[in-house]
């Protein structure tokens, strides 16, 4: 489906003199063929009773705003969301892991929120499994 759909538009670009966008679809499937059979990266995270450890890096627990837990069909998603603007929001996706102990723990070190939905950007990603 979304094969035809980038070539209907590469298709459409020349058709119409729109090059860049003939450029960009075509990059977009390229890409596509080359990252598919990638493997998701393991990373190994840890807390800490001074903060969470993330492959190997320590942020303390003061550089962390709030956290929640997204809870989905089959699925249960920290995330947790950073005081500066140099640190990225970190967004895990819990496996086996019992999302109830995890919320126990974490709110000992950080504020929960209760009611926070997930951002559109996270949905468009889990959708097309990015």
Known sequence: MSGILCLTMIVYGLLTSAWSLSVCFAMIAGLYFLIRNEK??????????????????????????HFWILRGDGYHELHMESNGHLMPDLVIQTAEVDPY????????????IDNQKEKILDAIIRFCKL
């Open 40 to 65: 998701p990266h393991v990373h190994s995270i840890r807390i800490l009773d001074i903060g969470i450890e993330f492959d190997s890096k320590l942020s303390t627990w003061s550089e962390w705003k």
């Open 101 to 112: 102990q995890l919320r126990d723990l974490l709110a000992q070190y950080v504020v929960q």
